[in-house]
């Protein structure tokens, strides 16, 4: 089956640096990925579509400047959380997009686990 | 808007008794996707199952089962005689084809099965 990979799985930071997750399609070519955050004991909140080749739609309430997105190939979205501070702490979940036939289906990557120091 | 509605928080259950995961969904689309994931302590999402609009056929697969109803909106989930590694969040999920298949997931419900 289709495979996507994150990178790194777990990174701890200090406060005021960046930090990059990569999300990676094994398999299969995805024009579009989503960026998903989940604190402790709460659900996977959509924090914004990444299109390959174009700008990265991000959902109400979620700063673009704070969260850079970029789609560079089919197989790469990488989320770059800039000036992270400790409320940026969370689980980070992408997905790959895979069209198929009569429909579509999504495959999650094994999350990343951020900690802002 | 799309929404996933997940009414139950916490369940609690003794090894072998059945139990149903409700869902409740809302959207405008007539084309859309529903999912059931189940997500470890370990946090990696597991599949379980995609089910699409056009197609209301219940679904079993082992222990699972899963009953779709477009009257009433739901797509409740049923875990047959639960094990204790059964013991997860499960999260149920809509994406529709006008949000260009964005997903959005319900609250999750939080399953403990006591052995």
């Known amino acids: 089956g289709a495979v996507v990979s994150q990178h790194p799985s777990r990174v701890i930071c200090k406060s005021g640096t960046s930090v990059k997750i990569e999300c990676r399609s094994l398999?299969?070519?995805?024009?579009?990925m989503f960026w998903y955050r989940q604190f402790p004991k709460k659900s996977l909140m959509l924090m914004a579509t990444?299109?390959?080749?174009?700008?990265?739609?991000?959902e109400q309430g979620v700063e673009k400047d704070k969260f850079l997105i970029n789609h560079a190939s089919l197989t790469l979205s990488t989320l770059t959380v800039t000036s992270a501070h400790p409320e940026d702490s969370s689980f980070y979940i992408c997905s790959a997009h895979k069209p198929r036939g009569r429909g579509e289906t999504q495959y999650f990557g094994p999350g990343t686990r951020l900690l802002v120091l | 808007a799309q929404k996933v509605t997940q009414a139950q928080t916490e369940i609690s259950v003794v090894e072998k008794e059945d139990v149903t995961l409700d869902c409740v969904y809302e959207t405008r689309d007539t084309t859309y996707y529903l999912f059931w994931y189940k997500q470890p302590p370990s946090g990696e999402l597991v599949f379980l199952i995609r089910r699409n609009s056009f197609d209301e056929q219940n679904e079993i697969s082992g222990r699972y089962s899963w009953n779709f109803q477009k009257s009433t909106s739901s797509f409740n989930f049923t875990i047959t005689a639960s094990q204790v590694v059964d013991s997860a969040v499960y999260f149920c999920a809509l994406s529709e084809e006008s949000g260009g298949f964005k997903t959005i997931f319900g609250a999750g419900t939080r399953l403990f099965v006591k052995a």
């Open positions: 398999d299969f070519q995805a024009t579009t």
């Open positions: 990444s299109n390959e080749g174009s700008k990265a739609t991000y």
